[in-house]
């Protein structure tokens, strides 16, 4: 790894979780006196228990913002924030929980999904960031192959930790030394209580498919008012579940979780135990591309708390 800079963040004595990058159309007159609308490249933050977030903007190259015209307008010519992650605002929120855990930016709808470790995941405006609604994220119990869809039913799946926002339809290819991991469909159950696994959720396998657990976005209007006309079939919320090998898919209109993948394989809990590592907790898009079919899915960075390594897989649709 090479660190390429570092950024101060402030205020630094918060305990920072969530974290994603988004963006907003800015109206603005540039150098020439001409309003013009410029895209401006922000992140938002979470805390995880002081119930405060903070707004930085990116004053860097990766911005597509006349920062000159933006800090001019605003009063600032600082120079030294042309290339820093420049503090524009804090706010106060309020979860389930009271706490932060994830949060990811959803650009068709412009809004954001939050998690604070409960069931729900919160949807925000992204201009006002008021809570717009909130979703229950159901499991669907019974399902595979040889059961009968009659006793099915759903539960509501606790602990949901980060999330991301993810196009199954990008065409992604690994390279390079980095392992690539094809990772397989598992089923979660809830414990029954005093189970002394430490998992809350035990798994086995089961066909996706078969499972009845229906994508909300497959029939889809543009008049509707949940904006599921804005989603495709392949546009899903990737989350982990706290102290779980998994990765689970969420359809983002219905909050259902339509698959769950199993990475116990990746670095096994036993290992972990040897090496002082902790949970599953990391995971970023990589944002590669490839025309080969043979190499198609989602690819992932995916790392943990305390672990030695990150890992790049690959999801298969």
């Known amino acids: 790894m090479k660190t390429l800079t570092s950024r101060n963040v402030e205020p630094g004595h918060l305990f920072g979780e969530g974290i994603t990058c988004y963006y907003v159309d800015r109206l603005i007159r540039n150098s020439g006196g001409e309003e013009v609308v410029v895209r401006e490249h922000?992140?938002?933050q979470l805390t995880w228990k002081d119930g405060i977030g903070m707004i930085y903007r990116i004053n860097d190259d990766s911005s597509s913002v006349?920062?000159?015209?933006i800090q001019k307008e605003e009063g600032n010519n600082d120079d030294e924030q042309k290339d820093s992650l420049e503090l524009i605002d804090t706010f106060t929120f309020n979860t389930h929980t009271g706490e932060g855990w994830g949060i990811t930016f959803v650009p068709q709808t412009k809004e954001f999904y939050v998690s604070?470790?409960?069931?729900?995941?919160?949807?925000?405006d992204v201009e006002t960031l008021a809570e717009k609604r909130r979703m229950a994220v159901t499991l669907e119990r019974g399902g595979g192959d040889d059961s009968d869809?009659?006793?099915s039913s759903s539960v509501r799946l606790k602990y949901v930790n980060e999330l991301e926002f993810v196009d199954f339809n990008i065409k992604n290819k690994c390279g390079g030394d980095v392992k690539d991991w094809e990772i397989h469909d598992v089923y979660l159950e809830q414990c029954q209580e005093g189970d002394e696994h430490q998992s809350r959720y035990y798994f086995s396998s089961f066909n996706s498919g078969e499972s009845g657990a229906k994508s909300g976005t497959e029939e889809c209007s543009d008049s509707d008012d949940n904006n599921t006309g804005r989603f495709t079939s392949t546009m899903s919320i990737l989350a982990n579940v706290w102290?779980?090998?998994?990765?689970?898919?969420i359809d983002p209109v219905?909050?259902?979780?339509?698959?769950?993948?199993?990475?116990?394989?990746?670095?096994?809990?036993?290992?972990?135990?040897?090496d002082g590592a902790?949970?599953?907790n990391g995971i970023s898009v990589t944002g590669k591309e490839s025309s080969d079919e043979e190499d198609?899915?989602?690819?992932?960075?995916?790392?943990?708390?305390?672990?030695?390594?990150?890992?790049?897989?690959?999801?298969?649709?």
């Open 42 to 44: 922000r992140l938002i």
């Open 66 to 69: 006349d920062t000159d015209s």
């Open 116 to 124: 604070d470790g409960s069931e729900y995941i919160f949807v925000w």
């Open 149 to 151: 869809s009659a006793s």
């Open 243 to 249: 102290y779980q090998d998994v990765l689970i898919r």
């Open 254 to 274: 219905t909050a259902k979780v339509t698959r769950v993948y199993d990475l116990s394989d990746i670095y096994p809990y036993e290992q972990r135990k040897k």
């Open 278 to 280: 902790d949970c599953l």
């Open 296 to 317: 198609e899915g989602l690819e992932l960075w995916v790392t943990g708390k305390l672990w030695p390594k990150m890992y790049r897989i690959r999801l298969i649709d």
